[in-house]
């Protein structure tokens, strides 16, 4: 049996670990590796190996770390299709959706080798009598980074590229369901250039992530992940002093108008609903059809679930794979099963999906469920699955009203082809992330992630303009150097501007 190691100060740690948990192929049900459990002594030998890179790298050159992450996006381009495949063994995503991920990742990492503008400062020449002002921003230290199964590559890489481009040193938990794709990255820093210690990898569950958040050595946390643990790592990490932003889940909702392309929008909505078999966090999980846009979109809907091949993600004829464990697979068939109990039509039923050849894999076939409303668990709970709930609305308002009481604010769309109507909606619902015809409106590196509500603790979204701010602290420099046997104008009243 394969065991998976921490990287600790640019090697793995040595064999001989106490606690152990195993790492499944969702597609097979079987076991394909063991990942060691981190407890405090591991997490405090990386805070401490990071801390020590900290003290060079914190003031290495912006064009140093910019060519690191150059070296990185080019290894990440060389290696994609063997960290897709990592990725489909321990997840089961398909291949080609984990492309995807890279991708999306890599994104990221390319505004990471545009470092030297993010951290420009500002001057301002003269703004008191023989006195110059200027601003810069420097790194907090070690950063910490604890992130979710469901995207392996692309959240870790929401968070280091842009930390480490900043001067920061950097010790990522990630998953423990699949691990192997955050200690692959880590080699591939490695041959990129970046100096031991700098990015760490623990892995663990609940021990590890203690030991961050209670840590002395850490001075921001990055979390991603559900809800619950999110509003936890707040509370803990931000009652020891850290800088705290923690991403939780999801409820998305999209809307469709009667005006709308039914075709096009029920395209669109399989692809967002089953894709990745549900388990990402702007998954669209309710479809809410206005009007008489309803009993025709629940019949494409159909007919479209129904089409999506299911089977192992490394199969290229595979459109959807299985889920993360049997937990999750039977978490999901339960939703399936409240759902008709109170009340709801299943229209398609996913419980007791096979997959020839694959008969312990963690599978459930895609799902359609109609007549969905609030107070159901289908709808109340974050199902994370591939189950699409469909609620009925009357217009516009009453489909923003019912977003609006939705305890989540991840991301949500609209499909129109009535820009008042999309621009009310835009405007009107609060959540952070919205599409208009795009059913998810993943920002791209340029912006930043975040939803609202009890989809992000904390003040800032994730990667881009806003990562830089998380990441750094501001400092402004107030400055005069007098010339030579000027008298002084020193007074004991406040200085005000000259
Ligand atoms: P999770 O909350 O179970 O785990 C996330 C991380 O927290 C993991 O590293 C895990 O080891 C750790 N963890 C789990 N339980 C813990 C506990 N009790 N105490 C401390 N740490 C704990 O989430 P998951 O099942 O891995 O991922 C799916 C969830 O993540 C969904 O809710 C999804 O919506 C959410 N998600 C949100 C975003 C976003 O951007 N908002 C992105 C991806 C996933």
């Known amino acids: 049996m394969r065991t998976i190691q921490h990287w600790i100060n640019g090697a793995f740690t040595p064999a001989g670990a106490t606690r152990t948990a195993p790492v499944w192929n969702p597609a097979t049900g079987e076991q394909r590796a063991e990942v060691v459990m981190a407890g405090r002594s591991e997490v405090d030998a990386a805070v401490t190996a990071a801390a020590e890179a900290f003290e ?15 070296r990185l996006r080019e290894l990440l381009v060389e290696h994609e ?6 990725v489909c063994a321990e997840h089961g995503k398909v291949v080609e959706d984990a492309r995807g991920e890279i991708v999306r990742g890599r994104e990221i990492v390319e505004f990471a080798c545009g470092i030297t503008s993010a951290l420009k400062g500002d001057y301002s020449d003269q703004i008191s009598g023989d006195i110059d002002s200027f601003s810069y921003r420097q790194p907090l230290g070690v950063v910490a980074g604890i992130t979710p199964f469901n995207f392996p590559v692309m959240v870790p890489l929401w968070m280091h590229p842009i930390a480490i481009a900043c001067g920061n040193t950097f010790v990522l938990k990630p998953s423990e369901r699949d691990p192997s794709a955050s200690t692959f990255v880590a080699q591939l820093y490695a041959d990129a250039g970046l100096p031991d210690g700098v990015f760490n990898v623990v ?3 609940r021990d590890a992530v203690d030991g961050l958040l209670d840590s002395d ?6 979390f991603v992940g559900s809800t619950p643990v999110a509003r936890y790592v707040h509370e803990r990490a931000t009652a020891t002093g850290k800088r705290v932003q923690a991403l939780g889940g999801a409820k998305n909702h999209a809307v469709v108008l009667p005006d709308a392309d039914l075709d096009f929008a029920a395209t669109q909505l399989t692809a967002a609903a089953y894709g990745s078999a549900g388990q990402r966090c702007m998954a669209v999980s309710a479809a809410v059809a206005v009007g008489e846009a309803g009993d025709a979109l629940v019949s494409t809907l159909e007919s479209r679930a129904r089409a999506i091949r299911v089977g192992p993600g490394h199969d290229p004829a595979t459109e959807m ?3 993360i464990t049997a937990q999750a697979r039977d978490r999901v068939a339960s939703y399936v099963s409240s759902g008709a109990e109170q009340g709801a039509d299943v229209v398609v039923d996913g419980r007791g999906v096979t997959v020839e050849g694959h008969e312990g894999g963690f599978f459930v076939g895609p799902s359609l469920i109609d007549r969905v409303e609030p107070g159901m668990e289908v709808y109340d709970d974050e199902v994370f699955g591939p189950l699409l709930s469909v609620v009925r609305s009357r217009d516009v308002d009453e489909a923003i009203a019912l977003i609006n009481a939705n305890p989540y604010g991840n991301g949500t769309a609209v499909f129109t082809g009535d820009g008042e109507a999309a621009r009310r909606f835009h405007r009107g619902v609060r959540v952070g992330m919205v599409g ?5 409106p993943v920002p791209t590196a ?3 992630f975040g939803g609202w509500k009890d989809s992000l603790f904390g003040e800032k979204h994730i990667h881009g303009p806003e ?3 998380f990441y750094t602290r501001a400092k402004v420099v107030t400055s005069r150097w007098p010339r030579v046997n000027r008298p002084s104008d020193s007074e004991l009243n406040f200085p005000t501007a000259q």
């Open 446 to 448: 340029h912006y930043s």
């Open 203 to 205: 892995h663990g569950d």
């Open 217 to 222: 050595g850490v001075e921001a946390v990055s």
């Open 321 to 323: 794979g299985p889920l």
């Open 467 to 469: 990562g830089v701010d």
């Open 56 to 70: 060079s790298w914190g003031d290495s050159s912006l064009t140093l770390r910019s060519r690191v992450m150059f």
């Open 81 to 86: 299709d063997e960290l897709a495949r990592l």
């Open 436 to 440: 208009v015809n795009v059913p998810i």
